[in-house]
C-alpha cells in the first residue's frame, strides 16, 4: 500500500511541478510582470489568480493547467496524510 502511495504521490509532484512551469511559461508569453523563475514557488498564488483570469478573459473558461495544478497537489497532499497513517 505504501509503494502505490508512494509512486502516486511522486507522480503528482511531477505533473505539479510541469503545471507550474507551464503556468509561469504562458504568463511570461502574455507579457506578465514576472519575477525570476528562481522565486517561482513564492508568487504561485499570484501567478495561478493571473492565469484564472487571463483565460477566462480570453476563452470564457478557466484553463486546464489551473485543474492539473489544483488536482496534483491536493493529491500530493493526500497521499503524505494517507502515508502517515499506514
Known amino acids: 500500500m505504501s509503494d502505490i502511495l ?3 504521490g511522486m507522480i503528482s509532484i511531477v505533473v505539479f ?7 509561469f ?3 511570461k508569453n502574455r507579457n506578465r510582470k514576472m519575477q525570476s523563475f ?3 514557488n513564492l508568487f504561485i498564488f499570484r501567478y ?4 484564472k483570469e487571463i ?4 476563452t470564457g473558461k478557466v484553463g486546464y493547467l489551473y485543474y492539473f495544478w ?13 502515508l502517515m497513517f499506514f
Open 6 to 8: 508512494i509512486s502516486t
Open 25 to 27: 511559461s504562458f504568463l
Open 38 to 40: 528562481i522565486f517561482i
Open 48 to 51: 495561478i489568480k493571473d492565469y
Open 70 to 82: 489544483l488536482t496534483s497537489i491536493n493529491t500530493a497532499l493526500l497521499c503524505f496524510v494517507l
Open 17 to 23: 511541478l510541469w503545471s507550474t512551469i507551464s503556468i
Open 55 to 58: 483565460t477566462k478573459k480570453e
